[in-house]
């Protein structure tokens, strides 16, 4: 395992951190296939179903990858603590926690999808198959609990190449089924949809393989694998607000995809295939926020205040300047980056009115992001979910049934993001402070401090 409490961080961060940026890209991979086969042998009315309803996927996912956001950070603090005990029994409880987690998205994702995007008002040529493509991917959910359980705690170890080796793998194999599904078994939707499903699963498979094989001290073993009471309320109880932490941001976003769906068939196509462009630079973006969460996670369990902080800024800096450089990448390849989406031209000109907004403004979000990984890092997530809630979810919303609702235009809906990012993200920064500045490891004799911190 790494020992991130002592050396250099800002080189030991870059080393963890480019094999995470990959990692999170070949997540990423899984949905833009979908979107990028069904646009360009499918047809723009697959592609915009698609679109309408990945968005919903996405906020399945996200609260998969928020409730994974606990098990890094508890990882991490045993580490950091040299706690071994505590370290196995909250690898063995995660594993049946994040498995639930995932058949009970499972559940919901089923039932409730055709009441949610009818509720979105999605266009009667979409409905049907946005409906199913949420549904089949739906039954994925478990498989990504189970990857992403395996991710954190590999993570928190210091290990990230792991996880982008067995991406790689489920990732070929996701774009080798999308293109039989899709051109030679003409199964459109559904295709694409049942390929994610059949990755994800095998992805699932190889993880588990890997950590009863893995030679550290977070390796998973069958004969542990329980539910450790003492383990379960810190993890779900981070791991829920972590998770809502998550999903608010997509909650947020599908009353946004309501207005865009107010628009023409066209528009909605374009603005699904710039979206694409959203998961490849915060999914980046991304791999410093937990790179920050575990460096100052087992920084914290080693108790070294100062670190924690030069880890946080490190964290910070890395963020915004790799969401600036992608941001002035995709403002110069634009219509490169559409093409990939749709062959249409028309798509094509529908869907840089949101790139050019959105490149211009990524970097932002590197406030709120890094701030709210620092602060579950410290084991505080109840009032990061309150200002994310705020900042991101009431603020956009009031925002569309408002501004949005006045002007009508599609610049006047997409605006909602910068603003969003700028405040909620300075909110953020001053509640992390304010938490690290009351930081006290004068009286911490043992880690039941923390335990008492997390509780």
Known sequence: MKNYTKGPIFGQMLIFSIPLIFTNLLQVLFNLCDVAVVGRFAGSIALGSVGSSVILVQLFLAFIIGMSGSINVLTALYIGAKNKKELSETVHTSIIISFVEGVIILIIGITFSPIILKLLHTKDDLISGAILYARICSVGMPALGIYNWGNAVLSATGNTKKPLYFLTISGVINILLNLFFVIICHLGVAGVALASVISQYILAIIIIVAMLNEKSDAKLELKKIRITEKKVKPIVSLGVLSGFQSAVFHFANLFVQAGVNSFDTILVSGNSAATNADSIVY????????????????????????????????????SMTLGLIMGIALLFFGKEFLSLFSNETNVINAGLKRLNLMAASYFISALMDVSIAASRALHKSAWPTFIVIMGSCVFRVLWVKTVFALIGSIPSLYLLYPFSFIITGVAEVAYFVYCYKKISFKSDSTTNKHEAILI
């Not at 920084?299 to 100062?306: L, P």
Request: charged share 20%; proline share 0%; net charge positive.
């Open 283 to 318: 999914e980046s973006m991304a791999a410093f926020n937990t790179a920050g969460a575990t460096f100052i996670g087992q920084n914290y369990g080693a108790k070294d205040k100062k670190r924690m902080l030069k880890s946080y800024l490190t964290a910070l800096f890395s």
